[in-house]
Every structure is written in structure tokens, then in C-alpha cells.
């Protein structure tokens, strides 16, 4: 009898598990991706000047806002936001990089915002990234070497697939950014019980990546940052080629690296920026 039970047992545990294993291989993206349609704010409200963008995609569209810099000659910042944002969030970093005399391309993602309703994953993300690039380099007719691409956790994720596509950019900045979705998924007691390397299909591998890039990158990642740790920042900071830079902002979170403005940010950005444009 207790046999018995304990047979049964095992196979409800493993029929459990087994389950487990496929809901989260097929329903992965429902845990990377947390589309929001609501724009609260757009650029107005800071003071900006803006254009609606609008990126077609096959049947799909992809909305952006391009605020253009004084100078028509300026560089170019195209920007990625993380996995719970949308435009309607990026209204005040929009007006920080302004204040770096660029101008600025902010897009949201398929499923975001104003973009097509359609489920985001990784393929698409890289896509609409490609979007944005094409818009700028043909659309704004801009030189690739006066285009920088920034990207926040995972944006940076998906910036870094454009810059190794794009190694003729003028250059890479990630901002609190992961090494792989695997990695970040073995952070997780429960998530370390099961197969990661079979069940990651949506991979965001920038650890395997990075090796590749040729186009020079900045590192950006605070050391109280709670949802990827910095050590993830010194992984992808080793793995990178020359030429390459990381600045750890003590103290900061995740999402508030920006707060250390005038102190340290913005210096930071704009020496980046500045020396790669002399440099061409």
C-alpha cells in the first residue's frame, strides 16, 4: 500500500514538473514581456519639440517620437526602454539627452504603446530595432558614425543585437543591462529546478554576443540595482573588445542612474559621444 503511494506520488510530482517545464518553454515571453498601452506623457511636457514617427513593418507599424536637436548636423540617439515601459515613461530621459545638444529617436516595441498590437518576442524586438536603424540611416539619410544607440536593461539587450548587425554606428551605451535571459533566470531559487538551457527559448544572449561587437561600447550599471546585479555589467565588461568603458554608479538603482545628472551622467554621455564623433 505505502508502495504504492509512494508511486503514485512521483508520478503526480513528475507529471507536475514535467508540465511546469513545458508552460514555461511555451509561455516565456509572457514573463520577459509586460506591454503597457497607456502613454501617460509625451515630450510636451517637458518642454520638447516632437514629431510622431510611424516604422512600417510588413502589416505592422511601429511608432516612435523623433525630437529633433537645434543643430541639424547633431548626432543622433536611438533609444531602447526595458520590458515594462513605453514611450509615455520616457518623456524625462528624453529631455536629459537633449541637454547633450542630439537629437533623439524613442521607440515602443510591437505590443507597446501605440505600436501594432502584437504579441512582443525576441525576433520582433530585434526587428523594430532594425526599423528605427533604417529610419535614421535612410529615411533621416544620417551617417551611421553620428548614430548611438542606448538601451535600458533589457533594451540593452536588444541595442547590443543592432550594434553587432551595425558595427559601422558611432557607438553603444547599455545602462543596467543582463548577460543572458538563462543567467537571469538562474538568479531565481525556483527557476534553477528546472532545465534553463533546454527551456530559454527567448535567449537575449549578450554574453555570447558581445565578442563580436565592433563598434565601441559605454557600460552604465549601479551597484544598489536590485532587479540585475552589477556583476552581470563587469561580466559583459570582460567579455567585450577594445574599444570599450564602464562607469558603476555607487548607490544606484536600477531605474534611477539617470538622478546623477550633472554629477556624473551626463558628463559621462557626452565625453562618450564627443570623443567617438571627433574620433571619425
Known amino acids: 500500500m505505502l508502495q504504492k503511494l509512494a508511486l503514485n506520488s512521483a508520478i503526480i510530482l513528475t507529471t507536475i514538473y514535467l508540465l511546469g517545464c513545458l508552460l514555461l518553454r511555451w509561455g516565456q515571453s509572457r514573463l520577459i514581456f509586460f506591454p503597457d498601452r497607456q502613454i501617460k506623457s509625451t515630450p510636451q511636457k517637458y518642454g520638447l519639440d516632437y514629431q510622431d514617427v510611424w516604422l512600417d513593418l510588413a502589416e505592422d507599424k511601429v511608432h516612435g517620437w523623433w525630437i529633433p536637436a537645434v543643430e541639424s ?8 526602454h526595458g520590458n515594462a515601459s513605453n514611450l509615455g515613461d520616457l518623456g524625462e530621459i528624453a529631455a536629459i539627452f537633449h541637454q547633450l545638444e542630439v537629437s533623439v529617436l524613442l521607440i515602443d516595441y510591437r505590443g507597446y504603446g501605440q505600436s501594432s498590437l502584437k504579441a512582443p518576442n525576441e525576433a520582433r524586438v530585434y526587428e523594430d530595432a532594425e526599423a528605427g536603424w533604417k529610419y535614421l540611416t535612410q529615411t533621416r539619410k544620417m551617417p551611421p558614425e553620428k548614430i548611438f544607440v542606448y538601451g535600458h ?16 554606428m558611432g557607438g553603444l ?3 543596467g543591462t543582463f548577460t543572458s535571459i538563462e543567467e537571469m533566470a538562474g538568479l531565481s531559487p525556483i527557476f534553477k529546478l528546472f532545465p534553463l538551457s533546454w527551456i530559454v527559448t527567448q535567449r537575449f544572449d549578450s554574453i555570447d554576443k558581445i565578442g563580436s561587437l565592433q563598434t565601441p561600447i559605454l557600460i552604465l550599471h549601479g551597484t544598489s540595482d536590485r532587479v540585475i546585479p552589477v556583476l552581470m555589467a563587469h561580466k559583459l565588461f570582460a567579455a567585450a573588445p577594445q574599444p570599450k568603458q564602464i562607469e558603476i554608479f555607487e548607490q544606484a538603482g536600477h531605474n534611477n542612474l539617470p538622478e546623477f545628472g550633472t554629477e556624473k551622467y551626463l558628463p559621462i554621455l557626452k565625453k562618450f559621444i564627443d570623443s567617438e564623433i571627433n574620433d571619425e
Do not use: H, N, R, W
Not at 73 to 80: D, G, Q, V
Not at 153 to 168: F, H, N, R, T, Y
Open 153 to 168: 536593461s533589457l533594451g540593452g539587450a536588444i541595442a547590443l543585437d543592432l550594434a553587432v548587425k551595425q558595427p559601422e
Open 173 to 175: 551605451i547599455t545602462e
Open 73 to 80: 548636423s547633431a548626432p543622433a540617439l536611438m533609444y531602447f
